[in-house]
């Protein structure tokens, strides 16, 4: 009999002979899954805040300015813990929890101490402001007023205390002030402040119209109904409107939308004079939208300054962004030139041009320096796994490199833009931070981690490139081979796979982006492999869209061009293949099992997709239109007509309560496998959604781990 | 890796070689689990009918009658098909379903012709009367009248055609005219007529306080919720009255029963004249009932005849049943002497003696042959594994054996009594029926089914008695051995096992009462044991009752009894031990595999309970009481509390729509090993509720086999 419980405890003391020394061998709990000493393991991580132009060094007990262009310590201190802690009147073991510097010009901080938002004076240390902060979304620091939801309900604290409730009718079916169109467009949110705090704009989200998912609670007394309301493809969605409320005045303006069926709204973002509501609207079909300004005061519209459309779908994602020395332009994102770049636009819809431009995709706008007239951003100019720091002169567009040119780094800018803190990965460096003056690109190195895995096991990470199956297209891969490998030897090999939009495995991180799993996989003497197929992010709109209508079959013919690769590699043993993935890539697993039997002879799909009717319409009818406007791609991807094809152990992992992909996905699946007479197994994760954390994320990837050592190896 | 998928078609040519005669092997299909060829491998049965006195012989196109005393044709048909299909003015290809001789004085057939039932004269071929069947409950064949539901609600449909409705309050809450208290105490309907068919008794269950278990349908366009009332041990439950209506008057009499909040009604029956209801009456604890008599105009109770008290509970299963020839005296059943058996009392109450006496049970009580004042009854006064017809006489209490006195007896009475259709299986005949005289014995063999196994694969059946784990009790089981079965080999061995009240698996039938699977299995090199602990049927009370308070414990205790015995068997390998069962024996499987997890190696558990807590109140608390009154025994029991314990392979297998023991069972229990850190297996079956039927059958087993495989040889 497989032994079937793994002892974490005897494990840890295991350790491997490598090239003569001894590597001490990782737990699951170990790699990352949330065990209570997984922090030993990830690479060290900083505490650096900006107050304004002034850098605060937060590692050290009491914390520090530093100065940004030397990087070294200014005289006075900024937080000492026991005056903190004596200003709120609390003992040594309890905690203030802080939430930064919110006024660049006052020695102010806010902090949440049990459940009320409060600002402390760190010269006079002494509270000078309090606030309840209950059922808070979101605060705005100028007028320090409060939205918050209270049964179901919007209001708002003032800064004063006082509240006011801004709707009566809100329930489960009529939702206010959060994010509203399953989180697609960009959406992550449900309530907007204008500038000067004055002003709110919010979502109002009728969804009384649609269906009910019947999720079950399983750990009350009696399993008791949870339905969580689910659009799919096809099916009759929500509907959206926005108000905006007046602070002053306490009285609520919504826009005049009309009938707001099959409408999306989204990237709302406010003029600087808090006077001109601008968003993004999309039509269900979304392959249509439109920029338009709302007069807040009136509600109506006042102009559609631009509009997108395509054959296949459009997707803005960012809500534009006023350049801070010009009220009258405006950034806006568009992949209309075939790559995700940034266009500066004024008031009028008058197109100023393109700021960036070439075959790589802008990432994030980092933000402004307005003594410079630059911008800052990330992007992949610098290589397609990487993403690098640039300024950009909006005078000259010439773009100027602010990090070393490697790796994948993240930015965070001073107030007034002219120094960045630069936080980055590289594939041999764990990570490290430095701050460098965005004008003259001159860096000082604060931070440099060590190696968190000196002494335990390392395999060996590598990456490398593939074509496409169109022939023409390259696509990166990584393979993580045990650290005694032998390339004499034949290795069981399992690709891990995500494949959809939205996302991307490999980069020029720490281990080119290994997941830990990875390395526990290769101590037990597998190679992994993974590739981004042709429909992952970062690579372009045509890369993206060539999956439009029929998801999974072009991605599949990318990964079938990986195992083509494999084949070359007389170390890997291709009798041996196996294939693992969640979501997406559970989608993709279950995919490649049915439709490539031969090749593939374990896998596990955790959260699959099985039919895209079944998910989602904003997300689902992207990329597949609808049920009824695409029949022949939701039969061509739906694995209910390829239950009859499975050969191999194929194993369905889901969260029983997955409000993501429903468990209706994995629960059709085994029918048709049970009416066609083939064997999947199954395993469920009782009250968890789409993925798990923690010990059970543990327990997961131990299972996960079995299948492949029973079956595979 | 292990090929999951069985190819059917292919195995059916396979044969193995036993004692150099080739025999066939079976598919799981052909074995009687629903395949479309099963019946070829099931014993014949056959169709004979009693009118009246006369025995019909319906094993023909056209049915003979035949003279009971000679089992030999007299000169009348019955049924001529041409002439049946003609009174219908149906087509050789169209059906009549035949439901009997409803009259013993009239050549009258009662059939169902699409969806109505009428009744034609088989002298004259006409169709004498018509009536729809639609919603039929319960039809009466003195009034012709009939019971029915239309939209949850009961109705009268009378021998004219005209329709009066009896409630107008039923709904999903209010359940008028079905099955009430989960089919517990022996209820199976929910309509009883009076003899002369001019007054209808039935149940009005109002189940709105009851908690709703969410089951849900994922075979809809999006998945809905299908909630089913389910009260749960030490929950609130239904509560049940009883109305009268009658038929001439048109009017509904309810029965004065006050409060009837956690009061139990069962076992209904019907003074011969039609003026008083009896019925048992028994408390919530289980441990008290009584019989009582109510007037039906008044609706008032008249009388309690009979109570019965338990320290741990009582368990009325038995209507009472009037002599034919004797209004004032009737029979009820009771195990209060340790045995169910017979008593006789008349209508004030008086007892006037047991008839029926030993440590043995009787059966049924078949009817009365009034011409030599006798019961005709079947019990196990022969053997433990039997069930044979005895007659009694009323006067002297003599008991006489009308059948072989071997195996296992089926009797059908003609009208009078005196004679008896017995059909009949022993461990080596695979069926046989004949009629017997029961003045005189004098019995006519009829018929005798050909082995239908004949050239096919043929286990070794065996039995043996092992001591319980009281030292004192005989337990029976059954063993399967391979054909080629070889003593000087090791084989694996699967324990089978159900375990729970109200149920055996061994007898003295075909084959011991071997399962086909058993068979399949021993195709596959298994050796298979099936014992009978305590707590199981047909062994008395004390046998069943020593389970009270704590379900499972002495039966595994007698289980183990079963692996000491095959410990000193050679051919026994005891390393390689499985134990499977399905419902009761999915809760013995489970509470065997982590209660001995060095016993078991491997265990498929099917639909199995895993805490009493979540089991229905009726059967639930009669049993183990409620989770408040008998905390030790639910904590003792729960296997949410073994969950980590498990070491060897289980495999859970639920019906996703299990309305019997509920998901909720299975999924807290994957829950506890996910705590625990154990690892079962788990697999669904989606829509399908507590046992699987047909194709998904075969799937089922297949999958229970393929796990046997995979891990116990």
Known sequence: MKINRICFTLLILITMNVNGEAQKLFTLEELNFGGKNAYNYVPQRWKYYWWGNKLVDGNQEDNLFLNPATGKALKDKCIIRDQLLSAYGLSADENVHFDGFPYSNQSLLLNTVKGERSLVDFNEWK??????????????????????????????????????????????????????????????????????????????????????????NTFSREASLEPDKYPMAGM???????????????????????????????NLAWSPDGNILYLFELNRDQNHCTLDAYDVITGNKLKTLYTEDSQKYVEPLHPITFLPWDNEKFIYWSWKDGYTHLYLMNVNGKELGQLTKGNWVVKELIGFCPSTKSIIITSKEAGDLQKNIYSINLKTLKRTLLDNGKGVHQARLSEDGLYVLDTWQEPDVPRKCAVTSTKTGKSVLLQTAPDPWDGWYQPIFENGIVKAADGITDLFWRMVKPADFDPSKKYPTVIYVYGGPHAHNVEASWHWGSRSWETYMAQKGYILFILDNRGSEDRGRDFEQVTFRHLGQEEMKDQICGVNYLKTLPYVDTDRLGVHGWSYGGFMTTSLMTNYPDVFKVGVAGGPVIDWKYYEVMYGERYMDTPESNPEGYKQTSLLNKAKDLKGKLQIIIGMNDPTVVPQHALQFLNACIEAGTQPDFYVYPGEGHNMSGHKSVHLHERITQYFEDYLK
Do not use: C
């Open 127 to 216: 509270v000078i402001w309090r606030q309840s902060a209950e059922g808070s979304l979101e605060w705005n620091k100028v007028s320090r007023a409060d939205a918050f939801l209270r049964d179901y309900n919007l209001w708002i604290r003032y800064a004063d205390g006082h509240e006011v409730q801004l709707s009566k009718d809100g329930s489960r079916e009529i939702v206010y002030g959060q994010s509203v169109h399953r989180d697609e467009f960009g959406i992550h949110k449900g309530t907007f402040w204008s500038k000067d705090g004055q002003k709110l704009a919010f979502y109002r989200m009728d969804q009384s119209m649609v269906a009910d998912y019947p999720q079950v």
């Open 236 to 266: 009759t969605s929500h509907k959206v409107t926005i108000g905006i409320f007046d602070l002053q005045r306490e009285e609520t303006t919504w826009l005049n939308l009309g009938d707001v069926t099959n409408r999306y709204f989204t």
